[in-house]
């Protein structure tokens, strides 16, 4: 499948651990009206990993002030995730989706299929679905979560932004 910015985002309905340590089921239908920001992330138990999923959490609540919600999503396990968040990782205010099956990770386009895990994705989606921005790291590189919110309030202004935009700064 191709991914192309503009078109809606692929649909999903998937197993997560949800931030009260519960097995849930979610869909991206269950965000509409909101902004997602889906990330994808090698494995668990890893060491850049930990550091990213750390950093969407610390500026979660950034997220919800701009009406976004966050997703992280690995092939590993509902076990390994809860197990991680159990042992190490810590208490997160977002789900962690289970792609076990590897279905999203493909659908996404980020599955590195001789591996078996994902490669650092970021998409971001409107509230109509449609996907707005997709980045994606080699596995060794950790994202900017920074950059992840600057591009959010970027394509929330509805408007041209330059290089090096910033909130609070003139559109074009």
């Not at 750390?54 to 609540?61: A, I, L, P, S, V």
């Not at 197990?83 to 810590?90: F, H």
């Not at 994902?118 to 590189?141: C, K, M, Q, Y």
């Amino acid at each position: 499948m191709s991914l192309r910015i503009g078109q809606q985002a692929p649909n999903f309905s998937v197993e997560v651990v949800a931030p009260n340590g519960e097995f849930e089921t979610v869909s991206l239908g269950d965000y509409r009206g909101k902004w997602t920001v889906l990330f994808f992330y090698p494995l668990d138990f890893t060491f850049v990993c930990p550091t990213e999923i750390q950093g969407f959490n610390k500026h979660y609540e950034r997220f919800r002030e701009l009406n976004a919600e966050v997703l992280g999503a690995s092939t590993d396990s509902l076990y390994s995730h809860k197990a991680w968040t159990e042992d190490g990782l810590g208490k997160l205010k977002f789900p962690l989706i289970s792609d076990y099956t590897k279905e999203l990770s493909t659908q996404y386009d980020v599955l590195v299929p001789e591996e078996g895990f994902a490669l650092r994705g970021t998409f971001i989606i409107d509230p109509e679905g449609v996907l707005r921005s997709v980045v994606v790291n080699d596995e060794a590189v950790g994202r900017s979560v920074d950059e992840t919110l600057r591009t959010l309030q970027a394509l929330q202004t509805g408007e041209n932004t330059p290089c090096e935009w910033t909130p609070g700064e003139a559109t074009l």
